[in-house]
C-alpha cells in the first residue's frame, strides 16, 4: 500500500547550501478562496491502518510522540472502493479490516483517554482512538484517504457515469462522515463514526496510467476524474447544510484533497490541474519514491532539486505551470528511505550499480527514519548530503533518506515558494520523540 513511481536516471552530487542559493524565487499563483489556507501552513501525517499489528503504532503514539500536537491534518490510510463501485469497510482479508477501524477493543495502555475499550461500545479501534484524540487536540483534523497504491483498483469503474459516480461517492459520504457503519455485535450502527472524520483524501493512483498491476485505467479516467471530485465537493457541500451550525456560527466545512503524482506524464493523463483545483482545498505532492530500491543502480528517492531527474522542485513547477495555486500544494516528504546493497563503485555510493535491497527489519529495501538515524550515528556509515538530499554509504550498502538537516532546507523552501505545507508518508516512521515532525512544524509554525 506504500507509494511508487516510475524510474528514471539517477542524479548527479551537487552541493545543498549552493542549490540554497540558487533556489527560484516565489512564484505568486493561487486564488482567493479561503484566507484561512493561506494563513496557516498544513502539517499533514499518514497514520496507517496496518501499523497497530506489527509496528505496534498506535493512535496513542501520536500523542505520546508530540506529532498530534504539531500536526494540522491525520490522513487515515486507507478506505477501500468495491468491485461495484462503493466504499467498502467490510470484505475479504487483505480487502478490508473493520477489526482494526472501529471493532478492536483497545485496552488502557494503549488508550488515547487510557480508558479500556468496553464490549457494549458502539465505536472502539482506531476510529475511537481518533476521536479521543480529536478532543483532546482542537483543531486537529482527519481525512480518510481512499485508494493508495494497492487499493486503487475499481476507482475507474466506480466513476464511469454520473449515476455511479453519484452512488460512489454517497456510499463514502454515508461510512466515514456520515458514520454508518455496519453492524457487529456492539458495534456500528448509523453515525456510530460519526465526527471522526473531518473530509476525504483521494489516493487514486492513477486515473489515466498504470498503477498496481490489477488496477483497472482508461483514458477517459482524466475527465471523469474531475466529475467525481465537483460530485464529492459538492455532496460534502449539501450534507454540511444539512447540520447545525457550529458553536461559531459557522457551517463546517468538510475538506477535500488528493494525494498527486511527480511524473509531468501522469499528470496530464489524468489531471484537469485548473478545474480540480477550483474544488480541492488542496493536494498532497508526491514527493518521494522518485527511486526505489528496486532498481538495478542507486538513486535519490526524495531529492529537493535535481538535474535531468524527478525532483520536488519540479513536482511543484509542474503542477505550477499547469495552474494549480501556490497555497494548495502541499510537499510530500518521507519518513523513511530506500536502500540498496552490494553498491559497486565506491566513491560516496551514488549512481552505482547494486545487487539487490538493502536488508531492513520490516521490508527489503524500505527502512523507517528512526532506524536511519541509528545507522547514521554508529559511525559505520558516512552522511553525505546534496541536492536537498541525504544517503547513507558504508562501502557496501546505501540509504536514501530526508533528515532534519534536509527537512530544514525543504521547509524554507516551502515558505519561500508560498506553498501550502508539509505532509508525512507515514508517522510511524518517525523516532519516538517526533523528531521529524518537530523539525517541520518548526520550519513551517503556525501564523
Known sequence: MRRRNLVRTAVAAASLSLLATLAPAAVAHGDRDNDDDRRSYK???????????????????????????RLSHINYAFGNVSPDGKCMIQGP???ADPWADYQRPVPAADSVDGVTDTWDQKLAGNFNELKELKAKHPGLKVMISLGGWSWSTHFSNAVLT?????????SCIDIYIKGDLP????????????????????DWEWPGSSGEDDTIYRP???????????????????????????????????ELSAFVPTAPAKIDAGFEVRKLMKDFDFVNLQGYDFHVSGEKTTA?????????????????????RRGAPAHKLVVGMPAYGQGWTGVKGGGDGMGQPAEKPAPAKFQPGF????????????????VYRAYGQAWLFDGNTLWT???????????????????GGAMFWSLDGDTADGELMRTVARGLPRR
Open 43 to 69: 502539517r499533514i501525517g499518514y497514520f496507517t491502518q496496518w501499523g497497530v499489528y506489527g509496528r505496534d503504532f498506535q493512535v496513542k503514539d501520536l500523542d505520546t510522540s508530540g506529532q498530534a500536537a
Open 93 to 95: 482479508a487483505g480487502e
Open 162 to 170: 454520473k449515476e455511479k459516480r453519484e452512488a460512489f461517492v454517497r
Open 183 to 202: 453492524v457487529d455485535g456492539a458495534r456500528g450502527g448509523a453515525g456510530a463514526a460519526a465526527g471522526v472524520f473531518d473530509g476525504i483524501d483521494l
Open 220 to 254: 477517459e479516467d482524466k475527465k471523469n476524474f474531475t466529475a467525481v471530485v465537483r460530485e464529492f465537493r459538492e455532496q460534502l457541500d449539501d450534507y454540511a447544510k444539512s447540520q447545525p451550525r457550529q458553536k461559531d456560527g459557522k457551517r463546517k466545512h468538510y
Open 300 to 320: 535519490q528517492q526524495s531529492a529537493l532539486y535535481a538535474k535531468d531527474d524527478f525532483s520536488v522542485d519540479q513536482t511543484v513547477n509542474d503542477w505550477l
Open 367 to 382: 527502512e523507517d527514519y528512526k532506524e536511519l538515524k541509528k545507522l547514521a550515528e554508529s559511525g559505520q556509515y558516512k
Open 401 to 419: 533518506y530526508d533528515d532534519p538537516t534536509v527537512l530544514r532546507a525543504k521547509t524554507k523552501y516551502i515558505r519561500d515558494k508560498g506553498l
